[in-house]
């Protein structure tokens, strides 16, 4: 398992890898830079997302766009960006339980993955750059062309 980032928690799970006895499985890989992070998820057989409160995760989207199956909680904008059970496979917020059997899934479960994994990559194209622009755009040519604060108020 490799645990990237680094944060208060940092401290305890180290300590809790220990009182495990799985502290050499575990990697605390520490902040990435985004090339070695990319090739972290390209490496993943599964990208846990174990948030209590997420609006918008980049991390879900990369590691969707790396070819990596997601298991999140779902909680904030998550069922927004995944489809449960099509694109990542979602549980409760604060369930560890549910979130191990969710990622025994889809490790025992090749078809499993490589359905998830080719979903993912699919769905996460809306997000891409070339689709999001004209999206924008529209979005603030519409705006432009409404009368403004100004011009509502003097009616």
Known sequence: MT???????EGALRALAGELGIAPAVDFA?????????ELYRSACVVLNPSRVDNMPNSVLEAMASGAPVVSTNVGG????????ATALLVPPGDPAAL??????VLEDPQLAARLQSAALA???????PKVRPRWADLYASLLSRPGPSEA???
Do not use: H, K, N, T
């Not at 520490?30 to 990319?38: E, H, I, K, T, V």
């Not at 191990?100 to 899934?105: E, I």
């Not at 769905?123 to 750059?129: P, S, T």
């Open 3 to 9: 645990i990237a980032g680094s944060g208060p928690a």
């Open 30 to 38: 520490g902040r990435l830079d985004r090339d070695r992070m990319a």
């Open 78 to 85: 998550v069922p927004f960006i995944v489809r449960d059970g």
């Open 100 to 105: 191990a059997a969710a990622a025994a899934r």
């Open 123 to 129: 769905e996460v194209q809306q997000y891409a750059w």
């Open 153 to 155: 108020c003097a009616r």
